[in-house]
Every structure is written in structure tokens, then in C-alpha cells.
């Protein structure tokens, strides 16, 4: 089973400011097609999660430019341009190349 | 739009039985792979299983497999998941969610497992 590590686990941001969430994989998530299956999740509070990031950097449909991905094999990046107020949650990775998929233990982002 | 809807969560003794259901519209449900994902309360994600969208391919988790079971219902666009044996560890949001990416989840059902 693949272990995915986050950190940092909890977040506290002004709006206006940037935030990074890191992500490690403890095996590489490149696909033989040469995609890399990382995806990245935001559970709003009392909401389900809705996805933000697939295959490492592709914003979903909806997703605001301020959010990015980034990252290569196993090490892996969201940040948040400027944090809005609408953003706090809990952030989770999730690979995607092997089953069980398997996440990220999650990173709660608060309004400072 | 895309809608899931999960339904069938419910408090159970320890050893009981649940059938989930999620229903599908707003998108090819018959040619789409489907996952189920559970939260226990106040905890992160926990993947739990996946069916092809022919019904073909089941995988689980370790620590559902042999207890749970996955099937679909194209002609209804409705995935199940057949959950006995339950144990109090079992006790959480259960979600199923969209394809290889997980693009579309549901609201949840909860699922109690208590004495």
C-alpha cells in the first residue's frame, strides 16, 4: 500500500497570503503512460469533498486559478496564490495509480 | 449537472447487516467505474472500494474485503454496496464518488455501527 504524507497537517493564513501544502508518496506515482496520478481534494466544512487538482497540476472544472499543482514522482505541492476566506477546509492528496488508493492524512486551512 | 445520492445508512448492531445505495444522473453512469470512500467522524478519508463500469472488476480494502460486497445496476443507474458483518470500526460517512478521478461525490450516508 502506497503511504501518503502531508504536511503540514494544520494551516493559518491571512487572506491575501499565499499558502503550500507538501505531499510525499512513498513510491513513485508515475503511470507507464507517463501520467502521474496525484490528485488533490477539498472537504469544506459539512460539505463533501470536491476535487480541485487531477494528475498533478489540471485544475478541475470550476476551480479558481489561485490554486495550483506541482511536483514529479514523489514529492508533490498545492499552493494557494491568495488565500480567500471561501478556501478554509481540509485539503487531502490521494494517489491514484494503485488500488487501494489511498490519502493524504489532511491539512485543515484556517483564516488567520 | 452530475447528482449522487446515497442512501441507506442507519444505526446496526455489531454483526449486522446494510445495503447502501447511490444513485446517478447527469452523466454516463453505464460507462463509468465507481468508488465508494468512508469518514469516520472526525477523520480523514478512508478509499473503500471500486467497481468497473461493467461490474466486471471489484477491488477492496483490506479491511472491508470479505465483508463487503460492490455491485451496479446500469439498467438503474445505481451502485450498491451489500455490507455484513459489521463491526463498530465500520461506524461512517460512506461516500461514493465518480471514475478514475474521483471528480463527483455524493452527500453521504451515515452509517453507526453501536450496541
Known amino acids: 500500500e502506497i503511504v501518503m504524507t502531508q504536511t503540514p497537517l494544520s494551516l493559518s493564513v491571512t487572506v491575501g497570503q499565499p499558502a503550500s501544502i507538501s505531499c510525499k508518496s512513498s513510491?513513485?506515482?508515475?503511470?507507464?503512460?507517463?501520467?502521474?496520478?496525484l490528485f488533490w481534494y477539498l472537504q469544506k466544512p459539512g460539505q463533501s469533498p470536491q476535487l480541485l487538482i487531477y494528475?498533478?497540476?489540471s485544475r478541475f472544472s470550476g476551480v479558481p486559478d489561485r490554486f495550483s499543482g506541482s511536483g514529479s514522482g514523489t514529492d508533490f505541492t498545492l499552493k494557494i496564490s491568495r488565500v480567500e476566506a471561501e478556501d478554509v477546509g481540509v485539503y487531502y492528496c490521494?494517489?491514484?495509480?494503485?488500488?487501494?488508493?489511498?490519502f493524504g492524512q489532511g491539512t485543515k486551512l484556517e483564516i488567520k | 449537472q452530475v447528482q449522487l445520492v446515497e442512501s441507506g445508512g442507519g444505526v446496526v448492531q455489531p454483526g449486522g447487516s446494510l445495503r447502501l445505495s447511490c444513485a446517478a444522473s447527469?452523466?454516463?453512469?453505464?460507462?463509468?467505474?465507481m468508488h465508494w470512500v468512508r469518514q469516520a467522524p472526525g477523520k480523514g478519508l478512508e478509499w473503500v472500494a471500486f467497481?468497473?463500469?461493467?461490474?466486471?472488476?471489484?477491488y477492496y480494502a483490506d479491511s472491508v474485503k470479505g465483508r463487503f460486497t460492490l455491485s451496479r445496476d446500469n439498467s438503474k443507474n445505481t451502485l450498491y454496496l451489500q455490507m455484513n458483518s459489521l463491526r463498530t470500526e465500520d461506524t461512517a460517512v460512506y461516500y461514493c464518488?465518480?471514475?478514475?478521478?474521483?471528480?463527483?461525490w455524493g452527500q453521504g450516508t451515515l452509517v453507526t455501527i453501536s450496541s
Open positions: 447527469g452523466f454516463t453512469f453505464s460507462t463509468s467505474g
Open positions: 464518488a465518480t471514475g478514475g478521478w474521483l471528480d463527483y
Open positions: 490521494m494517489q491514484g495509480i494503485h488500488l487501494p488508493h489511498t
Open positions: 513510491q513513485s506515482l508515475l503511470h507507464s503512460d507517463g501520467k502521474t496520478s
Open positions: 494528475k498533478v497540476s
Open positions: 467497481i468497473s463500469y461493467d461490474g466486471s472488476n471489484k
